[in-house]
């Protein structure tokens, strides 16, 4: 079974940044997707960036898109997402999510929050 831990979460300031990591148990390199999405008091948990292998796309929402940035590290079997310039509405609980031929999993979260 897949295991997806978090990493990174934090405390910090406006105008800050942070680097978010998901350490995934297996290969990374099997999953048919992997990325990020974020969950904020009263609204549902959104997609903040994934990496698609067919096609080999990786991919943001118009509300993220300069400020948020996806890589991987197929050695470590390690995705990071690199969040700069934060702003208080990105405080919130980030999720990992991988969709590979086991299924889809997801990690526990780890908890952003930014101070104004």
């Known amino acids: 079974q897949v295991q997806l831990v978090e990493s990174g979460g934090g405390l910090v300031q406006a105008g800050g940044s942070l680097r978010l990591s998901c350490t995934a148990s297996v290969s990374i390199a099997s999953f048919y997707s992997v990325g990020w999405y974020r969950q904020t008091p009263g609204k549902q948990r959104e997609l903040v960036a994934n990496f698609l292998s067919y096609p080999n796309t990786t991919n943001y929402p118009d509300s993220v898109r300069g400020r948020f940035a996806l890589s991987r590290d197929n050695a470590k079997n390690v995705v990071y997402l690199d969040i700069l310039f934060l702003k208080p509405e990105d405080t919130g609980l980030y999720f990992c999510?991988?969709?590979?031929?086991?299924?889809?999993?997801w990690g526990q979260g780890t908890q952003v929050t930014v101070s104004s």
């Open positions: 999510r991988s969709a590979g031929p086991g299924g889809v999993e």
